[in-house]
């Protein structure tokens, strides 16, 4: 499974976010240049096993379609999508699991 995390100057949220999403395989941080000099969102994601690509953000919509058109993930299906703070409590993650195991993929 994978998961694409958005942000836009999320340096204090992102850690939390992508914790929440290490049940994924294939993480894949969107970062939506801010401009904001003292940004350290993308700086805040070397510790983990993800991917960070940049796309300058206009709105939502136009971000997501960019994503699915232009990356190459692991996975064409179970897609998580999180932005700003949001993240998968332990009641989704369980949730999330056992939806999947339903359809038998490899994560059970």
Not at 15 to 44: H, P
Not at 48 to 53: A, D, S
Request: a negative charge.
């Amino acid at each position: 499974m994978f998961s694409i995390l958005y942000t836009y100057s999320q340096q204090i949220d992102i850690a939390a976010c992508i914790e929440s999403a290490m049940l994924s395989d294939d993480i894949i941080v969107v970062g939506s240049s801010s401009g904001d000099s003292g940004d350290r969102t993308l700086e805040n994601t070397h510790p983990y096993p993800v991917r960070v690509v940049e796309d300058p953000f206009e709105n939502h919509g136009k971000q997501r379609v960019w994503v699915l058109e232009s990356i190459i993930t692991k996975y064409d299906l179970n897609v998580i999508y999180l932005a700003k703070k949001e993240s998968l409590g332990c009641f989704e993650q369980e949730k999330l699991i056992t939806s999947i195991c339903k359809k038998g993929d490899e994560i059970c």
